[in-house]
């Protein structure tokens, strides 16, 4: 089973990004920082790829005037 992992998710930060989204409906920006224990800039590279190989869906919104990001598995990524 293991040799059939696509290669997005060989990194064990991405593993973990998606292990998070199998779990949760959507998590945060900062809970993904946190839960992970990611510096911003590397947990959005990652988030990047696994958006860019359509593994998960980015929602942004505003809450009250701080932007927050909410992040999703797509089918594919499930």
Do not use: C, W
């Not at 290669?7 to 945060?28: A, H, I, W, Y």
């Not at 809970?31 to 590397?42: F, I, P, R, S, V």
């Not at 359509?54 to 990001?69: A, C, H, N, S």
């Amino acid at each position: 089973m293991i040799e059939k992992l696509q290669k997005v998710f060989e990194s064990r930060v991405r593993f973990g990004v998606m292990s998070n989204l199998m779990d949760n409906e959507t998590v945060d920006f900062n809970t993904l920082k946190e839960m992970l224990y990611l510096t911003d800039g590397n947990l959005a590279s990652h988030l990047t790829a696994l958006e860019k190989k359509e593994m998960i869906d980015v929602y942004k919104e505003f809450v009250g005037k701080k932007p927050k990001t909410n992040y999703a598995a797509t089918i594919l990524g499930k």
